[in-house]
């Protein structure tokens, strides 16, 4: 358990080193890759969101944010997010200078989480550059998500059972 929590609690933080084991693993086959899903690791997004994410949307005051508005669900055009509301998911100090990293020199209507190449992402590129099978087989945290064949909710399940209280390493 964290430091921090109380005996009992049975929560469990991204500090725990669960997500940096997996990130660690990620960044070994590609940091630009890697950095965007610990940012999906971090915030709980949903992949088509990440995909539709918008430089103008980093919010910087009067905290770090992302104004999440729309979504792009991989084979469908751009739509409304899952709950057809605008939403602000704050940045941790963890990942906000990578996020401030992948906006740099970009224009405010570019997609803010690209490939190295600036492309949008795409779940079957994100998997062979990550290595995702190779790579699932060490971390605690992505031995949970191997199952998935990196499916869109795999990161973002595993996310929401890492705070869980019958979540075990």
């Known amino acids: 358990m964290s430091r ?5 609690a049975g929560t469990y933080s991204a500090s725990d080193g669960l997500w940096e084991a997996a990130y660690g693993d990620w960044r070994r086959e ?4 890697a950095d965007i899903l610990l940012v999906l690791s971090w915030t709980g997004l949903r992949w088509s969101e990440v995909r539709e994410v918008r430089v103008d949307d980093l919010m910087r005051v009067p905290t770090p944010g992302l104004m999440i508005r729309r979504a792009a669900p991989e084979g469908v055009g751009t739509k409304s997010t899952k709950g057809r509301r605008s939403r602000r998911v704050p940045l941790a100090n963890r990942v906000l200078p990578l ?4 906006a740099e020199g970009k224009e405010p209507g570019d997609l803010l989480f690209t490939t190295a190449g600036g492309s949008q992402l795409h779940r079957t590129a994100t998997a062979r550059a990550v290595n995702w099978s190779a790579a699932c087989a060490f971390s605690p945290v992505s031995r949970r998500i191997r199952h998935s064949r990196f499916q869109a909710s795999g990161i973002r399940n595993v996310c929401s059972m890492c705070w869980s209280p019958s979540f075990r390493r």
């Open 99 to 102: 996020v401030l990293a992948m």
């Open 30 to 33: 590609n940091a630009r890759i």
């Open 4 to 8: 921090g929590h109380k005996e009992g």
